[in-house]
């Protein structure tokens, strides 16, 4: 097989999977609100939802209810298997259960429901077929019309797997909306790691303040000004007013720039004039209330290394440097 071919291969199953998850979308209709309804009835009650399924579904089930876990709605998964075997203690009637098979006839599942039902729980069938034996048996059936399968045999999950998995993600991200699910909430789910630290860290933990933070007068001398950016080990300065409200940042960029730009022999003259002649005037910065989280998208989205932070009055408080993040794990 050539590169060619491999990659020709490669691409069809994408164009498989991405016309199987158009497919599947095209379809959402009355039976996917209804299940959300459900779903948002049974979190009211305080109940959870269950995930089960078989094989490859087992573990998209696992991924399913972990996302519904982190995003508001209390989930748990339940192996079918040992779910006979005395897992079902786990599961009350105020819960629903959410079952995952696309054939629909997956023996373990089918074996499950009677159970399930003894138990008064209420059951979402996400499936491929309307006419399978679990899409009868259940409250609610959420049809997967994703086609065929891109392996050749028509026999490993794939294209069914896929979609099976992004339903799963629009009924938590739904949820997480229906429910008003809030990024502090989040933060609440995922107190460690680099989400955590980013959702729970503000401006305030982790600026440059104090001896680290460069702050002078516009007035201030260009070479003075390197001065004190160096004794701060800062790669800029911000240039305030009289009562410490911003008018500007001088970074390195800038003073590299600004020799550049400069005549031959001048360098004396531009060293000793004043800062605040060749400073970035009203520069972009942030609160000190904002959360890492919102620092980042700022970083990413302006293209920039410095960032000046000010209290509700405007005056600079601190400064982030891009390159503090990474020592503050919030990268």
Known sequence: MTSEEMITRAREVFDIEIEGLRRTRDSLGESFTQAVELMLSCVRAEGIIVVTGVGKNLAIAEKMSAIFASTGTRSICLNPVQ???????????????????FSGESEEILRLIPAIRRHGLKIIALTGKKASSLATMADIHVEIP???EACPFGMAPTNSTTATMALGDALAMVMLDAMKFDVSSYAMNHPAGAIGRALVLKATDIMRKGANLASIPPATSVMNALLAMTEAKAGSAVVVDDDGKLLGIFTDGDFRRMMAKSAPGCGEELLSSAVGEHMTKSPLFVRDDVLAAELLKVFERRRIDDLPVCNSEGRVVGLVDINDLPKMKVL
């Open 83 to 101: 779910a006979m075997h005395g897992d079902l203690g786990m599961v009350a009637p105020r819960d629903v259960l959410i079952a995952l098979s």
């Open 146 to 148: 994703c086609g065929k």
